[in-house]
Nanobody, 127 residues
Framework: QEQLTESGGGLVQAGGSLRLSCVVS????????VAWFRQAPAKEREFVSA????????HYDDSVKGRFTISRDAAKNTVDLYMASLKPEDTAVYYC????????????????????WGQGTQVTVSS
């Protein structure tokens, strides 16, 4: 059973930056997606960004487009999320997730479409 482990969260001032990292133990297949979600207190978990493992295509929620960058390292089985120009509203627990596909499929961003999740890492942005 694959496991996803996040790291890199912390406390940062508004305007600052952080890099989150997700290590996937086990196999990531060519048509899989790896994504980042976040959940703020008293709010539902929401999609942030995703990357297709084979073609490296990146997807972003409009709220982070232009500020966050997702990347992967196939040799290390890691997916990073570089977050710049952070805002207090980015404060949340950030989760890494894996979506399996046997063939190329469009990204499904719904929370229920992701079978594997990490434990999360807290990001707090102070104003």
């Amino acid at each position: 059973q694959e496991q996803l482990t996040e790291s890199g969260g912390g406390l940062v001032q508004a305007g600052g930056s952080l890099r989150l990292s997700c290590v996937v133990s086990g196999t990531i297949y060519s048509n899989d997606y790896v994504a980042w979600f976040r959940q703020a207190p008293a709010k539902e978990r929401e999609f942030v960004s995703a990357i297709h493992w084979r073609n490296n295509r990146q997807h972003y929620d409009d709220s982070v487009k232009g500020r966050f960058t997702i990347s992967r390292d196939a040799a290390k089985n890691t997916v990073d999320l570089y977050m710049a120009s952070l805002k207090p509203e980015d404060t949340a627990v950030y989760y890494c997730a894996l979506q399996r596909h046997q063939r190329y499929s469009p990204l499904s961003m719904g929370v229920g479409e992701w079978a594997l999740w990490g434990q999360g890492t807290q990001v707090t942005v102070s104003s």
